[in-house]
C-alpha cells in the first residue's frame, strides 16, 4: 500500500513539472500575484492534469498509440505560440495592469492547461494497467499539479518583480524552448 502511495506522489509530482514551469514563466509577467490568480491557476493546471488522465484512462486502447503519434507537434505547437506571444506583449507599449487582468483569462489559461496536460494523458493510459487507484491517483495528480503550480506563480512573480520586461522574454523563450524540447525527444534527435 505505501509503495503505490510513493509511486502514484512520484507520478503526480513528474507530471506537475511541465505546469510548474509554465506557471514559473507566467508568474515572471506579472508585477504582483493576486490569490485569485494563484487559485485560477492551480484550478486551470489541476483540473486539467486530473480531466486528461481520466480519458486516457478510458480511451487506453483505442488511442494511445493515436495521439503519441502527434502530440509532440501540439505540444510544440501552442508552447511556441504563446511563448511567441509573451516575448511580443513584452515589446507592446500596454499598460502591465491591463495586461495583468487578461492574463489569467480562459484565453489565456485554456491552451496552457491543455498544452501541459498532454502527457497526462499518456499517464492515464499507463494507469489502465498499473494496479493503482485510478480516483486516488488522479486526485493526486491534481492536487499535486495545484499546488506546484500556485507555487510556481509566485516564484515567478518574485523574480519578475525587478525585471519585467526582460523576465517575460525569458519566459517566453523558456516556453518556446520546452515546446523545442519535447518535439526533438519525441522525433528521437534527444535521448529520452
Not at 488511442?63 to 501552442?78: C, E, K, V
Request: hydrophobic fraction near 60%; charge should be neutral; aromatic fraction near 12%.
Amino acid at each position: 500500500m505505501i509503495s503505490i502511495i510513493i509511486q502514484t506522489l512520484l507520478i503526480s509530482i513528474s507530471v506537475a513539472m511541465d505546469a510548474f514551469a509554465v506557471s514559473i514563466g507566467k508568474g515572471l509577467t506579472v508585477s504582483r500575484v493576486r490569490a485569485i490568480d494563484a487559485i485560477k491557476t492551480a484550478l486551470w493546471f489541476g483540473g486539467f492534469q486530473a480531466l486528461f488522465p481520466i480519458l486516457g484512462y478510458f480511451a487506453a486502447s483505442t488511442f494511445s498509440s493515436y495521439m503519441t503519434a502527434f502530440d509532440h507537434w501540439i505540444i510544440f505547437g501552442l508552447l511556441a505560440f504563446i511563448g511567441g506571444n509573451m516575448v511580443h506583449e513584452a515589446f507592446e507599449e500596454d499598460e502591465v495592469n491591463a495586461k495583468e487582468t487578461a492574463q489569467f483569462d480562459w484565453k489565456h489559461m485554456l491552451p496552457l492547461a491543455v498544452a501541459c496536460s498532454i502527457d497526462a494523458f499518456a499517464v492515464g493510459v499507463s494507469l489502465a494497467f498499473m494496479k493503482i487507484n485510478v480516483i486516488f491517483a488522479v486526485t493526486m495528480i491534481g492536487v499535486v499539479t495545484g499546488l506546484f503550480s500556485a507555487l510556481g506563480l509566485y516564484i515567478g512573480r518574485i523574480f519578475g518583480s525587478r525585471w519585467q520586461k526582460p523576465a517575460q522574454i525569458a519566459g517566453g523563450v523558456v516556453l518556446i524552448l520546452i515546446g523545442v524540447k519535447v518535439l526533438l525527444e519525441h522525433l528521437g534527435v534527444l535521448a529520452l
